[in-house]
């Protein structure tokens, strides 16, 4: 089995960005949610594209995103990668890949095996699923360190390459990659010290112990 692959979600300062490019991460994800503790602007994305142009990938993250909205996101951010972690449809995911050319990630969030099973309707829609822990009611989507059942994904078996997020850590990554077999781990909370507060040691070990997994 080949390591999975390793995304570092929320990354927000040069010093941060700098800790993912050395741990060879394959990607950060920059989020574009102004709720969340974690936002970017575009001026700082474009900032941070710019260190990071050539040396690793970088995924928006959006969550019911208007085109105009992500459109700007895009440019400064010259991304990737469009990750939805939202309520988007089928139909709207479709629109977003349409409108952006870019390989569009679908979050999907988990509790139970019927939410793993709506992986289906993205198929022929999207490039890659994230399976995440399905927020509780009143807190932001993602970044809150919930982890669910890994074993609702041993039964599936779908087109799409697919990653695991949701309360992935320095201390369990390794234990994620095995019992899943995950294309890629995606890790926010569990690599800071505080909320939107990345750790760059937390960042280096989480990418040694997903790469030894």
């Known amino acids: 089995m080949s ?34 503790p974690r936002f970017l602007t575009s001026e700082k994305a474009a900032g941070l594209a710019a260190q990071a142009e050539g040396a690793i990938r970088r ?37 977003v890949r349409g409108r952006f050319g870019l390989p569009v990630w679908k979050v999907l969030s988990v509790s139970g095996a019927e939410d793993v099973a709506r992986a289906a309707a993205y198929h022929e829609v999207a490039d890659f699923l994230l399976f995440d822990a399905k927020t509780p009611k009143g807190q932001l989507p993602g970044g809150i360190g919930l982890a669910f059942d890994w074993s609702l994904l041993a ?19 390794a ?24 750790d760059v040691d937390k960042i280096a070990a989480f990418c040694k112990a997903a790469r030894n997994a």
């Open 3 to 36: 390591p999975a692959s390793i995304k570092i979600c929320g990354i927000s300062t040069p010093e941060t960005l700098a800790a993912c490019i050395g741990a060879r991460a394959e990607w950060v994800g920059f989020n574009f949610f102004p709720p969340s």
């Open 59 to 95: 995924a928006g993250v959006f969550v019911d995103a208007e085109d105009a909205f992500i459109a700007k996101a895009v440019a400064a951010g010259r991304l990737d990668a469009v990750q939805l972690h939202g309520h988007e449809s089928p139909e709207r995911t479709a629109q």
């Open 155 to 173: 039964a599936y078996r779908g087109p799409l390459a697919w990653g695991l997020a949701g309360g992935l850590t320095p201390a369990n990554v």
């Open 175 to 198: 234990e994620a990659v095995r019992r899943t077999r995950a294309g890629l781990v995606d890790t926010s909370s569990g690599v800071e010290r505080a909320p939107g507060i990345k």
